[in-house]
Every structure is written in C-alpha cells, then in structure tokens.
DNA sequence: ATAGCTGCAAATGCTTTGCAAGGCC
DNA sequence: GGCCTTGCAAAGCATTTGCAGCTAT
C-alpha cells in the first residue's frame, strides 16, 4: 500500500465537488474526514497540519474550510461569538455544547422532528435547524 | 408627567439587580426594554443612542449589554460569526434567523419541551438549549 | 497555456482593555 | 471621599482580502 493509494478517497472527494486536488486539500481532507465525525477550529485544523508537517497558511486553511462547506463537505457550526466551528457530519443533527471546555458533541438522536417545526415567516423556507444544548459541569 | 417619572421602570430595573443607576445604563434600558421584545446589537444600539441625543461610547455599549446579560435582563443569541445579538426576551423560546437580512424572529410557541431533550454528558447539566430555524427567502 | 490556488502580509470588523477623568452614594 | 463608571484610544482576535507567484489540467 503505497503513500499514493492513502490519498484516493481524499482525491474521490475533492474531484465530486469539482475542486482542484491540491497538496493542500488533499491534505486537509484527509485530517478532516478519516477519522470519523469531528469538529475542528481553524486554528486547531492548522496546528494539525503543522503537526503532520504539511505546511499550509492559515489562509488557505479559512478558504479551503468555507470551499469544503459550499461544496457540502462540512457545516459550519456557530456557538461562541467569535469563533466558528466546523463539522464533519453534514447529516441532520444537534449537539451539545460545553460551555467551559468549548467542546462540541454530536447528537445523534433527531429531537426536533421535522413535524414540530414552525411554520417560517411568509416569504422565507427553512434552509436549516440549529439546535444547540449548552451545558456545563454540575456543581 | 415630567421628565423624572419617565425613567422610573429603568430605575427600578436596574435598582433590582444592583447597578448604578448612571444616565447612560438608564438610557440605554430605556431604549431596550420599553418598546416590547427586541433584538440588538452592539453597534445598532450605539446608533439608536446617538438618534436619541444619548452620548455613549460603544465601550459602555458593550460593557452594558454584559451587565445586563449577567443580571438576567438580556440574553445573548450567537447565530453569526462575528456578531452577538442580544435579545430582550429572556424567556424559554427559539428563532427564526433570516440569514440574508440578519433579522432574528422570536418563536414564542416552545417547540422542543423539556421532556425531549436527551440526556447531557456524564458530569454536566444542561444550561440552555439554543434553537435556531435558519431561513432564507423564496425563490 | 491558463484558469485556478496558495501564501504572505496587510486590512477588516467586532469586541475588549488600560487608564485617566468623572459621577453616584 | 471613595468606589464604581465612563470614554477614549489602543490593543486583541478571528477572519478576509489583494496580489504576486505557483500548479494542476
């Protein structure tokens, strides 16, 4: 199994969507989607890249993310003013949220049934459902 | 009724969670909480002080509005990167988020019930379940 | 060849902070 | 008077942008 066959799926993915396979996203898509569902900060997913020493800016980091959310591949996850989290799983699902450690967790249950969603206001349709469960540790 | 009685709930409110009732914390609860439920941010109510003939700096804005969210009279609703909402309604209730108008709608029919939502993390205890209906206009 | 990427550094936008001057009790 | 507030300007962060050089097709 050579170092060229460990980057097909990654290639798969990036030819699906139409983006050019670049050593970067290449790279980036492989930190990001083999390894099960994730949630990462652009600055997190830059030090994992320094860390397998793929050297990538920082502002490629933030194209590539919002590239890789346009194309479908990550849903960008909003909790904290000032700082965006992305996730890997772009299915229908809510999370929990660690208020004092900034952690994001899946919720894999679907609470909000479609049924129960109100109506929007004339005009408008739902492009999406934001449910976030802030937590915090018990006293 | 002059001038005096004018600010007599503002007073109170602020009386009631312990702030120094200055003239700009009056103002600024005034133009926040006598005109039914509402949704601001920072630089909006900066804008809405200035037409008010109200000087303030946007660093007491700012300074403000966290008084006011740590007393419980605000709330602070995070739906875009960058930018903070605060919301006069403190109350259990969800969103709508018009995402190209930036404009957030209060749903005041409680459609996730306590008894739904699932069970938060070993060692943590739920704070508060944001729900955000994301909608965009009609094609 | 050429349209698309990348990276740097500078710019942006929102928010916070340090500190001197001012205001409330 | 003494402590809390305010305001300005500067600093801080996360994120975006302009543009010259590089790269996949």
Chains 1, 2 share one sequence.
Do not use: C, W
């Not at 900034?102 to 349709?125: H, K």
């Amino acid at each position: 199994m050579g170092q060229t066959r460990t980057y097909t799926r990654a290639l798969e993915q990036l030819r699906s969507v139409g983006l050019r396979p670049t050593r970067q996203r290449l790279a980036l898509a492989k930190l990001l989607f083999e390894q099960g569902d994730r949630h990462v900060t652009a600055e997190q997913l830059h030090g994992e890249a320094t860390d397998a020493l793929v050297k990538v800016s920082l502002a490629t980091i933030y194209n590539t993310l919002h590239q890789f959310v346009d194309a479908g591949l990550l849903r960008e996850v909003v909790v904290e003013p000032g700082r965006s989290y992305f996730d890997t799983n772009t299915g229908d699902h809510h999370h929990f949220f660690h208020e004092s450690q900034g952690d994001l967790i899946d919720i894999n249950d679907n609470v909000l049934e479609r049924a129960n969603i109100p109506t929007p206001p004339d005009g408008t349709r739902v492009s999406r459902v934001d449910v976030v469960i802030r937590v915090r540790d018990e006293e």
